[in-house]
């Protein structure tokens, strides 16, 4: 099975993946159509996500691309091309997309942007949906799907939940393009970082998750932050009481702990 799944992402044409120093690096490989997203695009970052996932080597993902643009939306050719498809055809391949959004969100590890460029329309869902995002201040972002008659639908889900309903209203329904510094204040990313310092703020970063932070604790604190606004006050209450007595008997707990007691420094990595 693992050398089928090494098969599958050796004949990705436009998605690369590579693991260092306990790094997952998913790169969108594209830059001639400006990383667009197209049916194929959107099945190979599955692919990828899965396998990094999955990845023994891997602790922490981050997303990238090559070229001037991190993700321009959807395909203009792949959007002309939708314009023939009936309801059954356009509701799976909107379900394909969103699988993709669910994937990351849920995904078991961690997901930190590096965005080298203009991140519009689905390019902004997929930059602002990750964990953690930073973006170079030349970076414009915005989910401009009103300006052509489209729906910024999908996104939406993830926006309400991570920066409020005033907000995403208006994002979503301008539709207007604003600046990197403005991503920050909305919510949207963590930092803005120049040009020539960010890959390497970004591996910095990765590196820091991966070395002071138990994998375990970050699976389980994701989950549990994906979980927690769909439940109600008291339920949510007693799913959080049991998260904490789960990790209070996990190996990675007694470690911790132990070393904290011991005064010593721990690697997690």
């Not at 790094?23 to 001639?32: A, D, M």
């Not at 599955?46 to 993700?71: H, S």
């Not at 702990?257 to 990595?269: G, H, P, R, V």
């Amino acid at each position: 099975m693992e050398d089928m799944a090494t098969q599958e992402l050796e004949a990705l044409q436009y998605i690369r993946y590579e693991a260092n120093d306990s790094i997952g690096f998913i790169t969108l490989n594209r830059p001639e159509k400006r990383n667009a997203l197209s049916s194929e695009l959107v099945s190979e970052l599955k692919l990828a996500f899965e396998y990094a996932e999955n990845d023994a080597t891997c602790k922490v993902i981050v997303l990238r691309a090559e070229g001037p643009a991190f993700c321009a939306g959807a395909d203009l050719a792949y959007i002309q091309e939708l314009q023939g498809f009936g309801y059954n055809e356009n509701l799976a391949d909107s379900t394909h997309l969103m699988q993709l959004f669910h994937q990351i969100y849920t995904l078991k590890k961690i997901v930190i942007a590096q965005v080298q460029g203009h991140a519009l329309a689905g390019g902004c869902g997929l930059a602002t949906l990750c964990d953690f995002a930073f973006a170079v201040p030349e970076a414009k972002f915005g989910y401009t799907e009103v300006k052509i008659g489209f729906l910024p639908a999908i996104v939406s889900v993830f926006l309400l939940r991570k920066i409020g309903e005033a907000r995403t209203k208006q994002l979503l329904l301008t539709g207007d393009v604003f600046g990197a510094d403005k991503a920050v204040g909305y919510g949207l990313i963590n930092e803005v970082v120049p040009a020539d310092e960010l890959a390497m703020h970004v591996y910095r970063f990765a590196r820091r998750l991966c070395v002071e932070n138990s994998a375990q604790s970050m699976e389980v604190t994701k989950e549990m932050i994906a979980r927690l606004p769909e439940l109600p006050l008291e339920e949510g209450l007693r799913y959080a009481a049991r998260l904490n007595a789960e990790a209070r008997g996990s190996d990675d707990c007694r470690r911790g702990i132990s070393a904290f007691l011991n005064k010593e420094k721990i690697t997690w990595n």
